[in-house]
Nanobody
Framework: QVHLVASGGGLVQAGGSLRLSCAAS????????MAWFRQAPGKDRELAAA????????YYLDSVKGRFTISRDNAKNTVYLQMNSLKPEDTAVYYC?????????WGQGTQVTVSS
């Protein structure tokens, strides 16, 4: 079992920045690929960014490339999402996600609201 706790959301003006954190506890964090999903009101949940267990493989949704940076600190059992140049369309609930083989876990969401 992996327990994920996300934090760092909030209200920010367009062009601003936020850093989300997801602290993991339970099984060995470094064995898990990690990701941030987001879900805007009335829309499906989408994968915003992902990082492999070693950090060597990283994925970004096209619309966040160049603005968001995902990183992990395996010593602190934490994954981060640095979000810069935020846009109103980035407004969503952001969810932390962990996966290893067929096992996956979700954290609670953290609300990000970007005002125009």
């Amino acid at each position: 079992q992996v327990h994920l706790v996300a934090s760092g959301g909030g209200l920010v003006q367009a062009g601003g920045s936020l850093r989300l954190s997801c602290a993991a506890s339970g099984r060995t964090f470094s064995n898990y690929a990690m990701a941030w999903f987001r879900q805007a009101p009335g829309k499906d949940r989408e994968l915003a960014a992902a990082i492999s267990w070693s950090g060597a493989i990283i994925y970004y949704l096209d619309s966040v490339k160049g603005r968001f940076t995902i990183s992990r600190d395996n010593a602190k059992n934490t994954v981060y999402l640095q979000m810069n140049s935020l846009k109103p369309e980035d407004t969503a609930v952001y969810y932390c996600y962990a996966r290893r083989y067929s096992l996956d876990y979700w954290g609670q969401g953290t609300q990000v609201t970007v005002s125009s």
